[in-house]
């Protein structure tokens, strides 16, 4: 994970935040454009995550729902003040999975998050506060039909389409298909897991969630091993692992056509 020092005017931020900052080392964490992330080094840590009002309202949400599943971390603050969200939480103690103790071991990393994510998809999701994460996937998939967001290398060497036309055909087969059918992450990827010697600890970045399609996630898993581990050899085995027969090949095809056109 990512902590470079940084220095801020904590007279910005909102007082409830501003006094855990106070008197404390601060890192920055931010790997996204869309939002910066500050460790603040006191006590057992906590993270502060700033972005453009109201787009932190769902992850505060999908956040303190599974921490009361035991799934994530306590959230101590959200709000918005002068233009910008904030999310505090505690810090979840372990290192993401991009740590090179997992990294080096890359059976057991792909054995233990394809378990760890059916696990999550097996989880009752009843009291989830978004229970239609479908209907926003859809929304955000549609609006780039216009071709301003697509990324066509984006699954370069997994799943790849000869043209927009085609990924935007294959998209809009696939969309009736999703389901609403399990308790998803929605960002499942390494560097968004947490473990501490192996064991799980609890999942960040949290407001893609919601009660979705399975195969959202398996395909975010899939990719993610991919990409940080410079191959596409464990790709049978996350499969495997999580359970083959619970998985459509050509519905992860069709969700990675969604993700290069708007979705990703």
Known sequence: MKRTPIKLNIETYPEAVAGYMKDSMLYDSSCSPQARVFLIDRDEGYFLKEAAAGTLKTEALMTAYMCSLKLSEEVLYYGSAHGKDYLLSRKIQGEDCTDSA??????????????????????????????????????????????????PDLFRGMWEFDSFSEAKRVAEEGLPLLKK?????????????ILNNWKFSGYIDLGCGGIGDRHIDVLWGIWTLHYNLGTAAYTDRFIDVYGRDMIEPEKLRMIAAMEMIGAG
């Open 102 to 151: 997992y990294l080096s071991e890359p059976r057991q990393l792909c054995d233990v998050t394809a378990s760890l994510l059916r696990e999550l998809h097996e989880m009752d999701g009843k009291n989830c506060p978004v229970q239609d994460r479908i209907m926003t996937y859809v929304e955000t998939v549609k609006g780039g039909f216009d071709k301003s967001s697509y990324e």
């Open 181 to 193: 059918e399990v308790l998803l992450h929605g960002d499942y990827c390494l560097p968004n897991i």
